[in-house]
């Protein structure tokens, strides 16, 4: 047997040397592959700063108002409207007049100059997403908003990344809800969700083998 050059100790720091930068790699891979999952990486549950602090839970829970009386075009249209400075002075030329939190409102209005406010649930450019179409096959606000109608302060409750869309468009009987309860935030899913899931999906013509197409939502 020939003499041995080198100790054996140089084969565990070989075998480092190839699976050391393997094991970076894969760990590299990972956190790209997760960080968009972050809530600090998607902004979940991050207010935003507003030119006005607007509360949902004031204005649906405290004062009863439905999501379409500001949201007007909502169940016509992709977009679901932000309400002019108009729709709010309808109330706040009557009450809160003085209140110096609006006085943004009021310069807006007096001025006839838009708010500029902040979106909170802004989607790609390469993304096309259609509120109409939701609601029209029973997707209700807040499958997607959360309970903004309990929130001071309007903060992103999901990701809205694809990876999430796409569990609902591979099983949307999981989801769906009747029509009549898709602005109701409080509304829950009954024990037998599936069964009448699967029917609310044939009632409102779901296309399901469609739904995962890349050209529904990217045009």
Not at 163 to 183: D, G, N, S, T, Y
Request: net charge negative.
């Amino acid at each position: 047997m020939p003499p041995q050059i080198f100790r054996r100790s140089i084969n565990s720091f070989a075998n480092l040397t190839i699976i050391g930068p393997a094991v970076v790699i894969g760990l590299v891979l990972t956190v790209l592959l997760n960080i968009n999952r972050l809530d600090y990486v998607s902004h979940v549950g991050m207010p935003k700063d507003q030119p006005a602090p607007f509360s949902h839970k004031h204005h649906v829970t405290g004062m009863g108002i439905d999501c379409r009386f500001c949201h007007t075009t909502v169940e016509e249209t992709a977009f679901a409207g932000i309400p002019p400075t108009e729709t709010c002075m309808a109330c706040h030329s009557q009450i809160w007049t003085e209140a110096p939190m609006l006085e943004p409102v009021r310069a807006s209005f007096r001025d006839d100059t838009s708010l500029r406010w902040t979106r909170i649930h802004d989607l790609p450019d390469f993304v096309y997403f259609k509120h109409d179409i939701h609601i029209s096959k029973g997707i209700g606000c807040e499958t997607c908003h959360g309970r903004i109608d309990r929130m001071p302060l309007a903060w992103k409750s999901q990701t809205l990344n694809m990876e999430w869309c796409l569990e609902c468009h591979r099983a949307p009987q999981k989801f769906i809800r009747p029509r009549e309860e898709v602005f109701n935030m409080s509304w829950t899913h009954p024990p037998d969700q599936e069964a009448a899931g699967l029917e609310l999906v044939r009632q409102y013509g779901v296309q399901t083998s469609q739904l995962t197409d890349c050209s529904i939502c990217h045009l």
